[in-house]
């Protein structure tokens, strides 16, 4: 969801869980280490030597390289690798303390995690054709490390377009090789199309971007109150220009996530003030909407936080039900939509229930199913209701009842298309979700 919070509770909340996540972050004085997840596929290996060979002896960094790889065979990644760059490469076969400087690469046949200072493998739980390591990987990186770094270079389909979002979602950097330069683009546009990329250059150049944001050290206060007297007024005026160019005022936005979210354009930008920073600002139209893309981080998936989904779909969703007429409706607003996914998943929901709920002819309620955000790149792409990655995002591990299905491939896109099909005796229909009965607003409609 990305509606900016304005509850005082929340922003406490926020403030005291930043202390915290700040003294972790900060042993002994020095700053964290930063850990940069490198997802490559086909036509990958010619990517990563560029890579590799771009960055200096002592980046200061731990790298970690996960890959598609064949699991009846050995692996020589590490080997070829070791002939292009200074730092050590080490494949994982046991757990092992992440370092600085060095490189550390997945093995075969195996899926590879972070926890906190360690990387430790794990067996595949899915069949192989529908491994995503690299997904697995990015996610456990986001939930240990707050601004780490996820890459991703050459590769056909589309892993680690979902876990580059969790990267995003806790302050992390996303960068991509151009897809003019990968040799297999379907990655790299997967990633690009999430809308969060924060840059996209070749691959020789993605290294020098990411060294120079390492080097530029700039760091603000998450506390407001460490502020010096005049920054908080700089502030104001950054968030002032956002709100000119964009029309969103953020001045109520907490606190602790805008100076994050400021601080990591000034080190994407090498600006080691505030006032430089608002100066760029005030001189490059496109900066403020890259801030305020950065200060929502509409990220967002099919069934996320599926235990509350499941509370939803037992205890709330029948209730709406109950006691309905067919001349009735049933309407259900989500609000800080995104990109469409959890209002597409409740309809999802819905149409189960009223699958469950008996044939067409005894006469069903009506459903309107709105949906809101403040983003509109995000609602335009919500309205497509079109999604990379597999269609089979509906049965969430168990048969769906009734002969249901609501995703559909696009062979030109290569997306999965959010349908509803329902096939009874006499025919089978077809249509698309959004075109019956649901909206997507970007107010709240009407008589909801």
């Not at 494949?91 to 926890?115: A, F």
């Not at 003019?180 to 999430?194: G, K, L, N, V, W």
């Not at 099909?421 to 006499?426: E, F, G, K, L, T």
Request: aromatic share 6%.
């Amino acid at each position: 969801m990305t509606e900016p919070d304005r509850g005082h509770e929340a922003n406490d909340f926020d403030h005291r869980k930043d202390q915290a996540i700040e003294k972790l972050s900060h042993k002994g004085g020095q700053q964290r280490l930063t850990v940069v997840g490198i997802g490559a596929s086909a036509g990958g290996l010619q990517a990563l030597k560029g890579f590799f060979e771009a960055l200096p002896a002592e980046p200061g960094m731990a790298f970690v390289v996960v890959t598609h790889m064949d699991p009846q065979r050995e692996s020589l990644l590490p080997e070829i690798l070791q002939a292009h760059t200074a730092m050590p490469v080490r494949q994982v076969r046991e757990m092992i303390k992440v370092e600085p400087d060095h490189v550390y690469v997945i093995p075969p046949n195996r899926n590879i995690e972070i926890t906190d200072s360690h990387l430790d493998t794990s067996e595949f739980d899915e069949p192989r054709g529908r491994r995503l390591p690299i997904d697995t990987f990015f996610r456990s990186l986001a939930d240990v490390h707050r601004e780490a770094v996820a890459v991703i270079l050459s590769g056909g389909g589309t892993d680690g377009a979902v876990g580059v979002k969790a990267v995003k979602e806790q302050g992390g950097l996303l960068l991509v090789q151009h897809p003019d330069e990968a040799e297999h683009d379907s990655m790299p546009r997967a990633a690009i199309d999430t809308g969060l990329a924060d840059v996209v250059l070749p691959v020789r150049q993605l290294a020098e971007k990411l060294v120079a944001f390492r080097r530029n050290g700039v760091r603000l206060p998450h506390d407001p109150q460490a502020l010096t007297d005049k920054e908080p007024e700089t502030v104001y005026r950054i968030l002032t220009q956002v709100e000119v160019r964009t029309g969103h005022d953020f001045s109520q936005y907490k606190h602790a996530t805008i100076l994050r979210r400021i601080q990591r354009r000034m080190q994407l930008h090498g600006y080691q003030t505030l006032d430089a920073y608002l100066d760029y600002l005030r001189h490059n139209g496109g900066e403020a909407h890259a801030l305020f893309n950065d200060l929502l981080i509409g990220v967002t998936n099919f069934f996320r936080d599926r235990e509350a989904w499941e509370v939803l779909g037992q205890r709330v969703i029948p209730r709406l039900f109950e006691d309905k007429q067919q001349d009735e409706k049933v309407r259900v607003w989500t609000i800080g939509c995104s990109t469409g996914e959890e209002a597409y998943t409740l309809a999802i929901m819905v149409m189960e229930q009223l699958a469950g709920a008996g044939p067409p002819h005894l006469g069903r309620p009506g459903i309107q199913i709105f949906a809101s955000d403040l983003d509109d790149t995000a609602l335009t792409r919500a309205r497509d209701g079109a999604y990379r990655g597999p269609p089979g995002i509906t049965t969430r591990g168990r048969r769906p009842r009734k002969k249901l299905s609501y995703a559909s491939t696009c062979r030109r896109s290569r997306r999965s298309c959010i349908r509803k099909c329902w096939r009874n005796s006499r025919r089978p229909a077809c249509w698309s979700m959004r075109h019956t009965g649901f909206y997507i607003y970007r107010r709240q409609p009407v008589g909801t």
